[in-house]
């Protein structure tokens, strides 16, 4: 199949199209001036917008917008489902990354992955995490294989970083949105987290992806937490945590072989109050390296007082999903499942 051939935008369901960039400073040295921290914004207006709340849709480590526009062979994306079906959808480029300017001077390093690396996380089904073995929805040929890996770019190698500079930029962004649903992938997952914990009032819902973990340190033998929890940037916990080492932790063991065991909350744990009330969807697939751990998210967003959906695909028949469940062949199937999920949740407030 030539993907060239293949169109990737449903010109029928879409109004009008805009580009914008939100957030940045400007920085004076020696008399020249420039631009840095910005990001990439697109909008995309559906003929007949039948839902309130617009979604902003956040790209992880190493992608683009191009994983919400169309997939390694071709087939329609999500940003093209979601306006088919009366959804405003912005995507927003990480700063630093992609169409978001990089400057080295302000961004310091970045990081890429090995193919090899890449192939092994998302493409195969000898991943060697117990449920690599079950991945069967990566779409098919070596055409589709070397798509996806020629879209990766470098990122920021500090996730504090990249949060630090969303962040900046989310307030710019929700005004130009209004409220809005934030749907966030992998590295990303931690934007929704602390948007949500500082514009609550303009956050409508959540949807996670396997968002970044496990929770506070993937090493059991840590001595003390590398993040808070959710996130490397403080978020407004109760009582209030100027340092992840504030925070009181134990190993949570798992019941099952296939699950990992990590790091929780000591009780009486700290509480987030400015996301207790928000719609919120963690979603998992069912073969991902995300599916042994994901749990460990869900528990200590229950500890902290956050009413959410943690919700593994494979139990609501979706089966064979990686990482990577945008992009692969049922993707439009994940896709309505969210959709009637935010019209059943987020839709409801």
Same mark, same amino acid.
């Given at each position: ?14 109004? !009008? ?10 920085? +004076? ?6 631009? $840095? ?10 003929? $007949?917008? +039948? $839902? %309130? ?71 195969? !089904?000898?991943?060697?995490? %117990? ?34 500079? #969303? ?15 934030? &749907? ?5 997952? @931690? ?20 968002? =970044? ?38 190993? &949570?063991?798992? @019941?099952?072989?296939?699950? =990992?065991?990590?790091? #929780? ?6 509480? &987030?109050? $400015?996301?207790?009330?928000? @719609? ?17 998210? =869900?528990? #200590? ?42 019209? +059943? ?5």
């Amino acid at each position: 199949m030539d993907v060239k051939s293949i169109p990737c935008t449903d010109q029928s369901a879409l109004a !009008s199209r805009g580009i914008f960039y939100v957030g940045g400073e400007f920085v +004076t040295e020696d008399g020249k001036t420039r631009a $840095h921290g910005q990001m990439f914004v697109e909008k995309y207006v559906p003929r $007949h917008v +039948t $839902h %309130p709340w617009p979604i902003v849709m956040f790209h992880g480590a190493g992608q683009t917008n191009v994983n919400w526009l169309t997939t390694p062979d071709g087939r329609m994306g999500w940003a093209d489902w979601f306006v088919a079906h009366g959804w405003i959808v912005y995507l927003a480029e990480q700063p630093a990354r992609g169409r978001s300017a990089y400057h080295r001077e302000d961004d310091g390093e970045r990081m890429r992955h090995s193919f090899e690396d890449l192939k092994k996380r998302f493409l195969g !089904s000898s991943g060697g995490w %117990p449920q690599s073995k079950l991945h069967t929805q990566w779409p098919e040929g070596e055409e589709a294989e070397r798509q996806f890996l020629l879209s990766q770019v470098e990122y920021l190698n500090s996730n504090k970083a990249s949060q630090e500079r #969303v962040l900046a930029a989310a307030g710019d962004l929700l005004a130009h949105t209004g409220p809005a649903v934030l &749907l966030t992938h992998s590295q990303a997952g @931690p934007f929704g987290w602390l948007i949500a914990d500082r514009y609550p009032e303009l956050v409508k819902g959540v949807v996670a992806l396997e968002p =970044s973990g496990p929770p506070f340190s993937a090493k059991l033998d840590a001595a003390a937490p590398k993040n808070f929890g959710i996130a490397d940037l403080p978020l407004h916990y109760e009582p209030f945590a100027d340092s992840p080492d504030e925070i009181e932790l134990e190993i &949570l063991r798992s @019941p099952s072989s296939d699950l =990992s065991d990590g790091w #929780v909350m000591k009780e009486p744990a700290r509480r &987030l109050p $400015h996301l207790n009330g928000i @719609p919120i969807l963690l979603l998992c697939s069912e073969s991902s390296y995300h599916a042994q751990y994901d749990h460990l998210t =869900s528990y #200590v967003l229950s500890q902290a007082g956050v009413a959410h959906d943690f919700v593994r695909l494979e139990d609501v028949g979706i089966h064979g999903n990686g990482h990577m469940m945008m992009l692969e062949k049922n993707n439009l199937d994940i896709a309505a499942w969210i959709g009637r999920w935010l019209e +059943t949740h987020a839709e409801k407030q």
